[in-house]
Every structure is written in structure tokens, then in C-alpha cells.
């Protein structure tokens, strides 16, 4: 079992960035997929972006695609999620997640971290 700890929120102004860490205990991210979800008050959890640990390929939702980042560091087992050009609407609750598959579901993924509140001011 993989337990997972997010780190990196903040309160940053729009236009800014924020990176957010994903670190794995327990056993090393190989062979899963991480995603990354966010939830804002009021609305359900949603998919923001994605990769496997043995692979390039990443995915992203519409609403971040050009401006978000994901990316692995191996030897720290840890995955980044860079977000530039924050707008108001970023701000949630960014959780990080690992599933056997790379999957834009909440359900997908069995291994959760408990959160890392971003908060952008217009």
C-alpha cells in the first residue's frame, strides 16, 4: 500500500504560479499511475491532470491544459504538478491520488493524500 502527502499550496495572486509535491511512502509510485484532483467548495472532486510513473505520457483536463505541468522525480519518488498563470477559478482543495491505471475518474484511483489548499486572489 502507497501512502501519499501533498505539499506546495499556497495564496498566490492570479497570473502567478505554485508548484505542488506528491510524495510516496510505503512503496516507490512504480508501476501506478498518479493523478492529480481538485475540489472547490460546493462542487464535486474533478480530474486536473495525470501521468504514469513508467511512462511520458500525461493528460489534462481542458481548463488547465497549457498551463499546469506534471512531472516525476524518480529519485525522490515524487511527483510535481507546476501550475502557472493561476486564475481564481484554480483555487480547491489539489489532492493526489495513485490507481493501477492513468484515469480521469475519481474512482480509478484507490490510494489518496488528504489535500493542499490553493488559494488564488483576483
Known amino acids: 500500500q502507497v501512502q501519499l502527502v501533498e505539499s506546495g499550496g499556497g495564496l498566490v495572486q492570479a497570473g502567478g504560479s505554485l508548484r505542488l509535491s506528491c510524495a510516496a511512502s510505503g512503496r516507490t509510485f512504480s508501476g501506478y499511475a498518479v493523478g492529480w484532483f481538485r475540489q472547490a467548495p460546493g462542487k464535486e472532486r474533478e480530474f486536473v491532470a495525470g501521468t504514469r510513473w513508467s511512462s511520458i505520457k500525461s493528460d489534462y483536463s481542458e481548463s488547465v491544459q497549457g498551463r499546469f505541468t506534471i512531472s516525476k522525480e524518480l529519485a525522490k519518488n515524487t511527483v510535481h504538478l507546476q501550475m502557472n498563470s493561476l486564475k481564481p477559478e484554480d483555487a480547491a482543495v489539489y489532492f493526489c491520488?495513485?490507481?493501477?491505471?492513468?484515469?480521469?475518474?475519481?474512482?480509478?484511483?484507490?490510494?489518496w493524500g488528504r489535500g493542499t489548499q490553493v488559494t488564488v486572489s483576483s
Open positions: 491520488a495513485a490507481g493501477p491505471t492513468l484515469s480521469t475518474h475519481v474512482s480509478g484511483y484507490p490510494y
